[in-house]
């Protein structure tokens, strides 16, 4: 059996809309790695050759045929999983001729498709390493530069990472590589605001990342649609370091209920 780990590479243009399989994945011991486009995902290949590619037709403007048989002159040569909306009219004949290992129509059953890449490591007698279990990962989003470097000070010291942006876009773009355990927003920024982004959030994670909201507002309005949009919990400013830290660690507990 290899002592190398498990790799894949997620090729899409929109990657987080793979958040489950993903997550799952990463659970199981298998390194993932996205790439938006095109050339992100030659460079990927180029840097570490990966097990599998799970390849979703979005990722055009190169013809998707022509992709995969660039992707499949690499050595070693990588399994494809072909994610796309519709089905060939000959599908046998299509997966024979591009040597893909299958073609996964949308919408994704992820659950199905993290099967998949199992049963198909476990032929390959690919290993799957546990990763040690890291320190969790809260984002942190605040237009206020030091009011992220409170945060980030305060939560450190009590164990935890820490990723921070000033933009709710920059916030966004993140989430393709960034994985939280939890978030932290103020609902008053320039341009999409912290209800927004807190949707957003929950939605792109399928609801697995807990949003803890972190604003000067404290009005009745405020309340009522933070805890509409899907918040775990509301604190105002200036919130007792205490009392932020034992936000975070019971919206974690919930998460791991």
């Not at 605040?142 to 709710?168: I, K, M, N, W």
């Not at 309005?221 to 034992?246: D, F, I, W």
């Amino acid at each position: 059996m290899s002592s190398r780990a498990a790799t894949v590479l997620l090729a899409a243009r929109h990657p987080e809309a793979f958040y489950e399989v993903r997550s799952r994945l990463e659970t199981a011991g298998v390194r993932v790695h996205a790439a938006p486009s095109t050339r992100e995902a030659l460079e990927r290949m180029r840097e570490e050759a990966p097990d599998l590619v799970v390849l979703d037709r979005d990722l055009e403007p190169v013809t998707t045929s022509a992709l995969v048989l660039a992707m499949r002159t690499y050595t070693p040569t990588p399994d494809i999983i072909l994610v796309s909306e519709e089905v060939p009219s000959d599908p046998e004949t299509f997966v024979k001729t591009l040597g893909l290992l299958q073609i996964a129509l949308k919408p994704v059953d992820e659950a199905a498709l993290f099967e998949s890449i199992l049963d198909r490591f476990k032929e390959l007698s690919v290993s799957l390493t546990l990763p040690q279990r890291e320190a969790p990962l809260v984002l942190c989003v605040d237009d206020d530069s030091l009011q992220l470097s409170a945060l980030t000070r305060v939560l450190s010291q009590h164990g935890y990472r820490v990723f921070t942006c000033e933009t709710a876009s920059g916030a966004l773009e993140a989430l393709s590589e960034v994985r939280p355990d939890v978030a932290i927003l103020d609902i008053m920024m320039p341009g999409t605001g912290g209800l927004d982004l807190l949707e957003k959030i929950r939605s792109r994670s399928g609801g697995r990342v807990p949003v803890v909201l972190l604003t000067a507002l404290n009005s009745a309005s405020s309340h009522q649609a933070a805890r509409a949009r899907g918040a775990s919990r509301y604190l105002t400013k200036p919130c007792p370091n205490k009392e932020l830290v034992a936000a975070v660690e019971s919206v974690l507990a919930e998460a791991e209920r």
